[in-house]
């Protein structure tokens, strides 16, 4: 059962637009979520996180948004750019971490 | 130094070999993770050490057998592995582990494991 969901597998955006990554959880014990960016060959590298306590964290072109009561998160990327182009994954956590499969983002020049 | 070390980057062993996973960090961190992550899937959870002290070990078969010789240094000794087995192996610490595993986590690239 998948506690944490990437319901898009994959996202193609235009440089200079927002780019819009959903995930859905179900375990409503999870009390801390982060966001992962992928490349290939490489391991994950943190992005930006937010606790269950506030319903927004904004980090430069990053801003990740928190609706708990529908057991959704999103991470805005705005404006987009070519080397965003990699996998997101979404994380959540209560005792350990569990991530979403990822969503693998293109930004087109 | 913000990095997390892994070797060897690809490694490929029969049914029979015993191979040894190696990682490495020099941030202080005192938590230290073995995650596996198959093609099209999410990083899962195998071992937390915190302290040098195993703290979480998932269900993990014994031909997984991880080691932490001290803070820095993180090992994943392998035996009679399963073609099933071959997988990226990832490596990650975070500065601590308080059971609530809500810290950020520093990622290796990971080893990519083909058993044969």
């Known amino acids: 059962d998948q506690q944490v969901k990437q319901n898009s597998p994959s996202l193609s955006v235009q440089e200079g637009r927002i780019s819009i990554l959903n995930c859905d959880y179900t375990?409503?014990?999870?009390?801390?979520f982060l966001w992962y960016k992928k490349y290939p060959a490489e391991g994950p590298t943190f992005l930006i996180s937010?606790?269950?306590?506030?319903d927004k964290n904004e980090d430069g072109r990053f801003t990740v948004f928190l609706n708990k009561s529908a057991k959704h998160l999103s991470l805005h990327i705005v404006p987009s750019q070519p080397g965003d182009s990699a996998v997101y994954f979404c994380?959540?956590?209560?005792?350990?971490?569990?991530f979403g499969k990822g969503t693998k983002l293109t930004v087109n020049p | 130094d913000t990095e997390v070390t892994q070797t060897p980057k690809h490694l490929v062993m029969g049914m029979t070999n015993k191979k040894s996973l190696k990682c490495e960090q020099h941030?202080?961190?005192?938590?230290m993770y073995w995650y596996k992550q198959k093609a099209k899937k999410p990083p899962e959870l195998m071992f937390v050490?915190?302290?040098?002290?195993?703290?979480i070990n998932e269900s993990v078969p014994s031909r997984f057998s991880p080691e932490c010789p001290n803070s820095s240094l993180l090992n994943l000794h392998l035996h009679a592995l399963q073609p099933e087995d071959s997988a990226l192996y990832l490596c990650?610490?975070?500065?601590?582990?308080?059971?609530?595993?809500?810290?950020?986590?520093?990622f290796g690239s990971g080893t990519q494991l083909s058993v044969l």
């Open positions: 994380a959540a956590s209560a005792k350990k971490l569990v």
């Open positions: 050490y915190s302290y040098e002290k195993l703290s």
């Open positions: 375990n409503s014990m999870f009390d801390y």
């Open positions: 990650a610490s975070s500065l601590y582990f308080r059971g609530q595993n809500n810290e950020k986590l520093f």
């Open positions: 937010i606790s269950s306590i506030k």
């Open positions: 941030m202080g961190h005192r938590a």
